[in-house]
């Protein structure tokens, strides 16, 4: 047997040497360069440092949170904090109509300054907080365009189909879901005596908003009222990615990363799934494609008939058209674009003010007493339909006052929608902005300006839209109208949304009492720039006293 050699110490360091050696080079190498990195480190460092003493000076004399010129993290603290819509109303109401929010970033509660920012000629521009709400990964939407030609080009393809006129039956799609919730209410949620069958009025709202808008855009309601389900998962899937979405507008060079990467793509569901979002766009995909094969089907008096006369590409539709699915169809690569913000836009908002009247009219008896009269007094005299008519609301002063007042108190969109200050600058009530400023707007600070609303702009208080006259009311009309952004960016949905706000509260407080479950916590609600809210536990009984 042959014995092995024995193992020197001389053998092991042979062989060890021989095995590392080109590590061992490497560390050699590394070592002789650590004083260049060290120095490279601490050059890039004092660099780093400049730079935001630089940044920090730039607008050094507008006041804002003590940190806030050095880093984004105080809108990190109030976007993450689920009141984000508070911590930037508290900034103006302590710093003025112009503070500073981030290193770069200003916010404003200046109504004049919001509408010449956002007026037709004017030289601001959506900044890259926009391009987050890119729903469709590198492909623009009509929210996301920042590029000004392509926007109002897309309007101008849009816009006629969203404004009633060349969509006769607008109101009949919103009539025909206010029918379908007053029905599901009937089948299922009618308590009597000590039998209580609670609904959740947050839910329920979404449903049917979700519902009116998946039927403009193509003809297809989700059906979530029918099913009493949140049937593509859309609400859930909102509430999980909401959050990042938002966080992403302040940081939109991380958005664009990841949208560069390609790694999006991998986690995108497709269309040709059978549930969840995927479905949801396959759905769309569907009604879209025949409009454009079938000659016939141009002339369609609906949404879709009218982007489509309107020169509308079948591409464009598909990016821009199916307004009201979901926020996570950004995700995927076959979605339409634009869905997340029409759904964003068109059904979360108004379902938030929806929730708001409601917990404001079934929490203030008073009011309520008084537009259940108003109500009732116009039934009797044989005013209004059933359902109410648009043209027949519009003639309820006190309704009308009730929905200003929500809008005022509690608008639906928070977000900054921010801009950038053309590279030659602006001057503000004789503060100067230089260019590349990026400038956002406080909504909630808007409908409490005392000025024009007086001291008791946290009172919901609908009389104060029938008091008030003249010129002083027609200030607080056009406040209020903000609500909706103005000018180039004006919601194009706004028709729709007074058309649903106009019906669903005399539809439903004509048949039923509706009251809060749990008083003490009616209901949660987070904000990061729109409303997520949920658990609006309410108990419903028909009305004794019905007409
Ligand atoms: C009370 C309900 C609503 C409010 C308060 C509201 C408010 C807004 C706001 C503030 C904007 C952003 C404007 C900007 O970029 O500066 C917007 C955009 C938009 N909204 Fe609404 N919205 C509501 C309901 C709706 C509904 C029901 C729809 C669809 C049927 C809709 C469709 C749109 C569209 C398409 C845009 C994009 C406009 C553009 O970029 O040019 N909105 N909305």
Not at 112 to 129: H, V
Not at 232 to 246: L, Q, R, S
Not at 443 to 457: E, L
Request: hydrophobic content about 40%; proline content about 5%.
């Amino acid at each position: 047997m042959n014995a092995l050699p024995a193992a020197g110490v001389s053998d092991f360091q042979t062989v060890g040497i021989a095995v590392n050696e080109p590590l061992l080079n490497i560390a050699t190498t590394v070592a002789g360069l650590a004083p260049v990195l060290a120095i490279a480190s601490v050059a890039f460092l004092i660099l780093a440092l400049v730079n935001r003493i630089r940044a920090y000076r730039r607008l050094a004399h507008i006041p804002g949170p003590r940190l806030a010129g050095f880093s984004r993290l105080w809108m990190v603290r109030a976007n993450i904090s689920g009141r984000n819509h508070e911590y930037l109303a508290e900034v103006t109401a302590k710093y003025g109509s112009l503070a500073r929010i981030g290193p770069n970033h200003l916010l404003t509660s200046d109504e004049d300054l919001i509408r010449r920012i956002n007026a037709p000629r004017s030289l601001y521009r959506r900044s890259g907080w926009y391009s987050t709400f890119r729903f469709k990964p590198r492909a623009d939407s009509l929210i996301s365009e920042v590029n000004e030609e392509k926007h109002d080009e897309l309007r101008r393809k849009m816009a006629p189909g969203y404004s009633g006129k060349e969509v006769p039956y607008l109101e009949n799609y919103v009539d025909k879901h206010i029918g379908k919730w007053v029905e599901v209410i009937r089948q299922r949620y009618v308590s009597t005596g000590r039998e209580l069958k609670p609904m959740d009025l947050g839910r329920a709202a979404q449903y049917f908003t979700l519902d009116v808008i998946s039927d403009l855009a193509f003809n297809r309601p989700f059906g979530d009222l029918e099913a009493d389900a949140d049937k593509f998962d859309y609400i859930k899937v909102t509430a999980d990615a909401m959050g990042v979405m938002m966080l992403l507008t302040i940081f939109p060079g991380v958005h664009r990363w990841i949208e560069a990467s390609y790694l999006v793509d991998l986690v995108a569901p497709s269309a040709k799934d059978k549930t969840g979002l995927g479905r949801v766009v396959g759905v769309a995909q569907q009604e879209i494609a025949p409009r454009y094969n079938d000659l016939d089907q141009k002339d369609s008096q609906d949404m879709l008939g009218s982007f489509i006369r309107h020169g509308l590409t079948q591409e464009e539709a598909e990016s821009n058209s199916v307004l009201q699915m979901s926020v996570e169809l950004h995700l995927l690569p076959e979605a339409p674009a634009d869905s997340t913000i029409h759904s964003m836009a068109g059904s979360d908002t108004s379902a938030t003010v929806i929730r708001a009247l409601f917990l404001y009219l079934i929490t203030s008896p008073l009011v309520l007493a008084k537009l259940r009269s108003e109500i009732d007094d116009a039934i009797r005299d044989g005013r209004i339909s059933s359902p109410i008519r648009d043209s027949e609301a519009r003639q309820l002063p006190y309704l009308q006052a009730c929905i200003r007042e929500a809008l005022r108190i509690h608008p639906p969109v928070t977000g900054i929608l921010e801009k950038v200050v053309p590279p030659e600058g602006d001057t503000v009530n004789g503060v100067f902005i230089p260019g590349g400023t990026f400038i956002g707007q406080c909504t909630w600070a808007f409908g409490r300006n005392v000025d024009i609303y007086g001291s008791d702009v946290e009172l919901f208080r609908p009389e104060r839209w029938l008091e008030a006259q003249g010129e002083e009311l027609r200030r607080m009309e056009r406040n209020v109208d903000l609500v909706f952004s103005s000018g180039r960016f004006q919601c194009l949905g706004k028709p729709v949304a007074l058309l649903e706000l106009n019906k669903v509260f005399v539809e439903l407080l004509r048949r039923f009492d509706i009251s809060v479950i749990n008083p003490y916590k009616p209901l949660v609600s987070d904000n990061r720039g729109l409303f997520l809210q949920k658990d609006f536990w309410v108990r419903i009984t028909e009305r004794e006293d019905r007409l």
